[in-house]
């Protein structure tokens, strides 16, 4: 009896001392996790107050959705290129933002029949309507799904001056073959 009770003893006490240390173990790792979190966030703000390497990035937007027999999925990311503005302050002091410029990745199919996979859109699609001289001025601002009809599926697009209203309103039609039109928005007419 003496020996059992020992040994229950003696197992609560390691069991004891082996929880402790995982306590003791697991504060360290929190104070590691908290401690690079804090540095990141330290360095972050340091790249983000040099005027020259900073590039203001844009959350991804996914959408995925079904419209009667039509599969749409796409998403909307920043891509590799930048745009850059000036602004000025009170003083004629000049300041250079940089913008990212996104793309649009996108798939369709009808009936589980593919239209499109991963495709790239990209500002550069629309230079049909954009001269190619001014495009680099500006940035892929809005895509989004206005209807689905006879014509294919219609986005309305917004490529515009970052921080400014010069945009192109646009509509992109992407027929059930997969066929590409550019329409431009007339937005003195009102629906």
Known sequence: MKIS???TLLCVGLLSSC???????LRTIEKDTISKINNDLKNNLLANKSKNNSIVHFSPIKVDTIIGDIHISYLIRDNENSVSTNSYDDKGNVSITSYADRSVFISLSKNNKN????????KTDFVSIIPLKEIKKYTLSTFQITKVNNEGVIFFVNICVPDTDDCYA?????SGD???????VDESVED
């Not at 646009?170 to 992407?174: A, G």
């Not at 997969?178 to 431009?184: I, S, Y």
Request: hydrophobic residues 45%; positive net charge.
């Open 5 to 7: 009770i020992f040994s």
């Open 19 to 25: 929880n402790q240390g995982n306590k003791n173990s």
């Open 115 to 122: 239209i499109l996979l991963n495709r790239e859109i990209k």
């Open 170 to 174: 646009l509509n992109l039609i992407i």
């Open 178 to 184: 997969g066929v590409f039109t550019v329409k431009q």
